[in-house]
């Protein structure tokens, strides 16, 4: 059975810093494409930033420069490390894992709140 599961999230003040992790099981790990998405109240989900089986990185631009993706196939996780934190990245960060559009899975969700 697939399982996603995202920890890190919380309360921070703007220009702080988070560490967002999803632990992944169920399949293999090394294999698959892994991505954060975030959705903000009343706005679309978006992706924030992936990272292909070969370690390749792309970011939408608006986190280019504050956010890291990183992976640890030896356990099965993958990263989201955000710095100079912004009310705007206040939103639900969801994992997602995915194998050439045939497979896809989704983590539950994590909240970050940016907010003095």
């Known amino acids: 059975q697939v399982h996603l599961v995202e920890s890190g999230g919380g309360l921070v003040q703007p220009g702080g810093s988070l560490r967002l992790s999803c632990a992944a099981s169920?399949?293999?790990?090394?294999?698959?494409?892994m991505s954060w998405y975030r959705q903000a109240p009343g706005k679309q989900r978006e992706l924030v930033a992936a990272?292909?089986?070969?370690?390749?990185?792309n970011y939408v631009d608006d986190v280019k420069g504050r956010f890291t993706i990183s992976r640890d196939n030896a356990k099965n996780t993958v990263y989201l490390q955000m710095n100079s934190l912004k009310p705007d990245d206040t939103a639900v960060y969801y994992c997602n894992a995915n194998y050439y559009t045939i497979r896809d899975y989704w983590g539950q969700g994590a909240q970050v709140t940016v907010s003095s």
């Open positions: 169920g399949f293999t790990f090394s294999r698959y494409a």
């Open positions: 990272i292909t089986s070969g370690g390749s990185t």
